[in-house]
């Protein structure tokens, strides 16, 4: 099976105990990091991780990580990225935003910049764009990345299998 790369996100402080579970789940090398662990493993292990870990909120798949110097750079980075392969272009999202840089002084400015770049790509490629309503969150942009959960989403008791895109600051 092929090897991919993980993060399972916990509640601070509880990164240590959801480490020792991803190891008896069967990864091999878990790295704790603030807010969660990354882990490598096949997708069975991270199905596995997602159904049965009682610490991990979510397991996350990151689609791209890239530096995101500013506002500018965060939403041309965003917008490269394939969304209509994770989004229907009908469909509808919502972005929450944590975090901040340069240029981003408020999280709503973050969430803002971050939806246009979505929208803008679909408008770009598809002529018509995702609607935007609060109450079907699908896309997150948080310090541990921005996650999405795709139209085929699998879902397990207590937590969301999503994708993740993870921006860096250089």
């Known amino acids: 099976m092929t090897e991919q790369s993980f993060i399972a996100?916990?509640?601070?402080?509880?990164?240590?105990?959801?480490?020792?579970?991803?190891?008896?789940?069967?990864?091999?090398?878990?790295?704790?990091?603030?807010?969660?662990?990354?882990?490598?493993?096949?997708?069975?292990?991270?199905?596995?991780?997602?159904?049965?870990?009682r610490t991990a909120s979510r397991v996350l798949l990151p689609l791209a990580e890239f530096p995101a110097a500013d506002a500018e750079a965060l939403y041309a980075s965003i917008r490269d990225l394939p969304w209509e392969e994770h989004l229907a272009p009908d469909g509808t999202l919502s972005i929450e935003f944590s975090g901040g840089g340069p240029g981003i002084d408020h999280t709503h400015y973050g969430a803002q910049r971050v939806k246009d770049a979505i929208v803008d790509r679909f408008r770009a490629r598809c002529g018509q764009r995702p609607s935007v309503a609060r109450a079907s969150r699908i896309c997150e942009f948080t310090r541990a990345g921005a996650m999405v959960r795709p139209r085929s989403a699998s879902t397990c008791p207590a937590t969301a299998c999503t994708a993740a895109a993870t921006a860096r600051s250089p």
């Open 9 to 53: 996100t916990a509640p601070a402080g509880m990164e240590p105990l959801l480490a020792a579970e991803l190891i008896e789940l069967g990864a091999a090398t878990p790295r704790p990091m603030r807010g969660g662990v990354a882990f490598q493993g096949s997708l069975e292990l991270a199905y596995r991780a997602c159904l049965w870990s």
